[in-house]
Structure formats: structure tokens, C-alpha cells
């Protein structure tokens, strides 16, 4: 019999403890990124999960040699610390030790130690696994880890309980085509459009909910902010006074997940060459404000926005408040999903918004119906069966406060903080109409 | 226009801040959990989204009659904060004010107000958004968020870094028949049994990454261990020596959470009524030594363990070494995935793993093959076709360092933390085969 203890787990070595260790003996795991042959001597960078860290090679200090390292190798190194002002960390590796843990079968089809990969599109995702191994598309998913952990930690802090709910479900929340259906031991079954009804269904117990999880739609859209599989934030809260208290959340989540970036994602930020935004106050127009504006570019008087007007907006915020973010609020009802709630002074109209982002709807949120009468009611308006809704009016039946809330798109989040021109960049293995591999 | 600063948001008011303000006036959002009348006075028991807070309702001293009240209404409340040994938290509300924000339409059809519902599991599950309004339900849930808070604060720590990794695939990870079908565009897609192939494809470049996300199961079994959608808390970790070097990170996260829950979730617990295992040393025992200690029992021998094995090992690790836990290594290779790496000493076996806790599988782990050539020989061996399996091979055709981890499922583990005898009371909405709905 053996027995573990977690005490002698494999350490983590963090690289500001390496750094201490100027002049001493370190042992380093990595694999090799780019050897640059010179006269004397080779540089080897050794590429760790975080780092790029500059070896020296020199045949008389270091006990093997590197006649079968090849780029792409995983390695275990020993050598001296050396402060060297030159190198990427401020510190060099005098190699002492090489030891080849692994080595490839083929070599990179992409330029993986570029800066930037310098490909395009298609041949970065079709060759993904090797693709990401290049430190400025791999930055992108420690940003998104870093805007995952600041949502996650301002929702703790406020009192939000995090909820895992199902995806596969027997309805769907949003309606209307954008389905996968599946075949659940021979029921029909659907991928959740969006944890809608559950979160609605937890306000009812823990008042303020968030979920993390991934969010399913079938949309033929083959655009470059389309993805038929993403990351969803979502949020929802009781007892607000209107939708406003929704906005005011969101606004607040975004100024500290940006602080946070800041704190704590700074280097990933340096490789990917970004300034974050500035968020101090976001403007927030009605849908018929956001009309008059749009009227001044020639736009005709409609029900929905256009990917253009969204475009449009952003550079007028920008323009007049210097915001990259604006609110547009008040969409008309018959546009807004059944669980909007109408505006008890214009019906028209939904308390309903979206956010918009540098021309790019990243939210849509809003304050969903309590009452039990009224969502029937607003069902039977829209020609909906409320008696195929046994479970979901269930809530309303039992009680639930004043609530909303409202959906974030981490891709999209993501995609526009970094300025990247193609969403699918900002999903690791990103899922289209014609892309289900890797 | 109208601005959002964030500011201006609903701030949530920590019951610990309630209690500094005694002889103050507070105002409190709450569910009325249950009316006591007493002749002079009545108990009115306010569930907020994390307590029961008792409130005193006197006639003279209060501004709103509470003769529309019932139990289920929303409410805004107002009143004195009072010292008071007896009540639940050491204090109680003398109400002023009781403002009625929502007023259900039905009274619960379950005894939400008791300590426990005492209801069978087909009530329970039946009418899911009542049960969990009960607050020995929704602790189940607060321990569900702990123990993902402390397994994902533990896998920062240890330079982990999470990951989002597709749902919808093209292939299985762990083949065989339970996998779920879906129509993609026209082609056929799955869901993913595991994030097995894209998380050993982030070891390459993150070194290591975890995962906490749903994992699907088309499993026809109906049993009190088996759901069909769970949660996998999944990491993987490159640079390792062998298989035990994920058993002892596991061994630490477990003590890590363990203690997390301790400190942060101290109060649900005790509304559950349960004390946490103590994780000192987790014994480990080969699978042959597993057998012979079921010869023990009359067991014979045979290629893996039965759930009336997992429970036999169970109660003997705790009988002879004080653990509840209990590592099974090298399980005959035939029996496990075709990524498992064979024991080079052994070939009959794998390098591979499960944890059993209280008699039950939560984990299953081990190394997994890094080369190349023997990734593509042990397919050939098990019959498989490697040209099925091109993105995959392509992470070891590029290079990999040598690796493993595990996947546990968390409703498995909350479960038994909890002693709760189905598994379908550690998920809020629980999927089986005959379970669609809520």
C-alpha cells in the first residue's frame, strides 16, 4: 500500500520566485520555443505555460548537448540565474543541464514563435492545438480567464450564489428557430438558448444568482461576431426597483472586471498590445432616442437595430460622452422576448436593453414579469399556449420578487477588449455552421 | 439621457452588518417564510436569499396590517433590530413597516417552512422550484458553490490556468455507446463525454489547465449515482513523473477544499447537519491488491470493481487506515480509455486511477499517453482507426510533455460530503433518463 499526502505534489514555480534566485541553481520545465544558433554560443527560449525565458547554450557549461533538440521538444533544464537587462524577464539561464522529456513527430505548420502568427484565419483554427502555442493567441485566453475571475469575484462579493443549471432542456427560453434539437432516450429534447427560466426559477430562493456555463444556438449567421456555441455571464436579481438597478449592476461588474485585468492581467495585456477602456459613466439612450439619433445619418424609423446603426452609436457616444459603452433601453415589446416586461406607461414598449460595446451588442438584459396574471396574459398576446409552460409559470404561480437581469457574451466581451476583428479568435475551439473540429 | 455609474446600485446588505446595528432601524427584502399568530403579537420568519430572520409583528407598532399577508409574498420590511438570545441568529425585527411586493397565486404544495420538506424525491423533483424555497434544499447548493470556489481558488494557486473547451463535438472522447446525438447543420454532432481531448491539448501550451463544466452521459442507467448531465470539475497537468503526481494534487485540492468549505460555508453545514471527512494521508492500493483484499469477502477475480466492491474497499480503507478515501491504481488496460497510458513494467494494466469516497467512484485519472507512435499503436491494438482521429493525434504529432489528470463529478462528491442518498439532491435540476422537466 502506498499513501498520499498532497504535501508532495509537483510545486508550481511562479516566476518572481525564479527571479529571487539570481546566481543560484534552477530547475525549469518548458518546452523549446526557438533556438538561435551563433558562432560561440545559442540562445534556446524556453516557452513555460506563462513565460518566455531566455537560455544560453554554451557546449563547455552544459553537460549535454543539443544535437537532438529540435523546436518543439519538452524539456526539464538546470542552470544559473543571470540579471541580464537585455532578456524578455530581465534574467538569463546559464543551461547546465538539457534533459528531453518529449519530443515532436513534425514540425509547427505555423510560425508559432512569431510574435504574431502572421496566418490567417483559417489555417490558425484549422491548426488550432499548434496555433495557440504562439504567447500572443494563447494571452487571449489568459484575458479570458482574467475577465471570468473578475465577473465571478464582484458577483461573490455581492451577495450573487453561483447556480449550475441544465442545458439540456425541454423548451426553449428565447424561442423561435435557433435550436439544436436532440434525442434524449427518445423524447425530444433542446441545447438551452439560455439558462432564462432557471436563473428566473433560483431568484425565487437565493434573491441574486449568476451562472458561467456554455450557451447553445443554432443561428445559420456565418458572420464574425456569430458563434453557434459560447461562453454565457449571466446574472439575475430580486427585489430591484426597476431596470435601471440591472444597468447600474452590470456597470459597476464591468468597472471592477476591468481593475481587475488591470491588477492582475497586466503582462497579458503588454503581449497583446491593448489599452483596456475607460469606463467611468455609461450613457444610456431609449430605442427612440437612439432613432432621432440615427435619423442624423439618414436612418428610416424601424423596430430593431441594424448591426450599422450599432456602429453608428458607439461612434456618437464615443464623440459626445466619451464613452465606448452605451445602454440603449426601451426596445419595442413585440421585438423582446415574452418575459420582458412591459413599460406600464407606454406598452409599447419593453424594459428591456441591450449594452453595447465599440459598436457591438455584448448584453441584452432586462426586467422580466413577476406576476402570475400578467405573464399569462402577455403569453396569450403573443399567441403562446401559458399550458405549455407548466414548470416555468410555476415560479410565478409560487411567488417571485421584482427581478432582472440579463445575459453578457464572454466571446464577444472579450473579442472587442482586445479589438480582435474575428469573434472566433476569442473562442479557443470556436463552433460555426461549417467548423465542428478541432 | 440618463447615466450609469455603478455607484448607484443596490448594495446587499451582509446579515453580519445587520447585527452591528442593533437599536438602529433596518430595512430588510425578504420572503415570508411563516406566520405564527400568537394572541398579542405574531412570529413572522423572513427568508432572504442566505437566512431566516425572525421578525415581531405587534399591531400598535407597526404602520401596515398584515391581514393580506401570507406565506410566499415578496416584501420590503422595516423595523428595530433587537437583541434576542432565543431567535435563530441572535437577534429579531421588531416590524414598523411591511410593504408587500409580490403576492403568489398558490400556497406551496410542500412543506417549505420545515427543517426538512419530508417529502419522497418524486415530490421533490416534481415541483423543484418549491423544494429548493426550503432552506435545508438550497444548502445543498451553497455547498455545490463552495466546493467549486475551493477547488478553483486551489487550481489558481497551484498556476492552473481554467479553460472553456467545446460541448458540442465530433467525436467522443470515451467512445462506446452513451454518448448523446445531435443534428448540426446537417451533420452529425455530439455532446462531449469529457473535455478529455482539447484539455490534453491545452497541456501543450498552458502546461497546466482545469475545466469546471457540464459533461454529458447517454447513459441508460437509472440508479441513485447516475445522472445523464453533471458537472465536471476537470484539470490536467504536464511535466509529470507518473500518475501519482496527480493523485497527490488531488489529495491536496481535496484538504484545500475541504478546509475552504470549513471556513466559508460553516453555516450550511450546519443547517445540513454534517461533519466533513478528515483527509490526513488517502491509502492507494494496486488493483490486484484490491482483489485480494475482496477475496476477503468471498469476492473472486475479475477485470473491475462492482459498486458492492467500491463499498466493501470503502469500509475496509476506514477500518484499517482511518480514511474514507481510497486510491485504486493499474486497472487492467482492457477496461480503461484508449488515451490511458500502459504501464511499461506491466502492459497488462494502465497507468490509471479512481478515488473511491464512502464507497463511491468520484474520480477517475491517471497518465495519458504523450507519443506520438505509441498513441497511434495502442489505437491499431484496440482496434481502432487512427485516421478518425487526426486533430487529436495532431497535438502528439507536435509534442507534448508527459501528462494526466482526472475528472471528478461534483454532484458525486457534494453527495457524499453530505450523506444525501440520491444524487439527484446534489443537482438542482437533475437530468435522468425519464427526467426532462423542470
Redesign the interface.
Known sequence: ??????????K?I?IEEIKRQVDSVVTI?A?IHKIRSMSEFAFIIL????YLIQGIYEKDRCGDSIEQLKV???V?VKGHVREDERAILGFEILLTEIKI??????E?PLNVSHKKLGCGLEANLD????A??NPYE?AI??I??GV??GFREFM?K??F??????????AGAEGGANI??????N?E?Y?AQSPQ??KQ??V?????VFE???V?R?E?HNTSRHL??Y?GLDFE?????SM??V?????????YTLEYLYTHYKEYLEILGVTLPV???????TFM?ALEVLKGKGGKNKYDLEPEDEVFLYEYAKEN?GSEFI?ITHFPASKRPFYAMNDKEDPRFALSFDLLFRGLEITTGGQRI????EQVAKMKEMGMHPEEFY??L?????????HGGLGIG?ERLVMKLLDLQNIRQAS????D??R???
Chains 1, 2 share one sequence.
Not at 1 to 10: A, C, P, Q, W
Not at 247 to 255: F, Q
Open positions: 500500500m502506498l499513501t498520499m499526502d498532497g504535501v508532495k505534489r509537483i508550481w511562479n520545465d518546452c516557452r513555460t505555460g506563462r518543439g521538444c519538452y526539464k522529456l518529449s519530443s515532436p513527430q513534425g509547427y491548426n488550432r492545438s499548434v495557440l502555442r494563447r485566453f489568459k479570458q480567464e471570468v475571475s461573490l455581492e451577495g450564489t453561483q447556480v449550475f443549471t441544465p442545458k439540456i432542456v425541454a439544436f434539437k436532440l434525442d434524449y432516450f423524447q429534447a441545447l427560466f432557471y426559477t433560483c425565487a430562493f437565493f434573491d441574486r458561467i456555463a456554455p447553445y443554432a445559420k453557434n456555441e461562453i436579481m430580486g427585489y430591484i426597483e435601471y438597478d444597468m447600474e449592476m452590470e456597470t459597476a461588474m464591468l468597472k469606463v467611468d459613466t455609461i450613457p444610456s439612450l432616442e460622452w445602454f413577476h406576476d402570475y396574471n414548470h416555468y410555476n415560479i410565478h404561480k409560487y411567488g417571485m420578487p421584482p464572454l479557443m475551439f470556436p463552433r455552421v461549417h465542428l473540429e478541432p
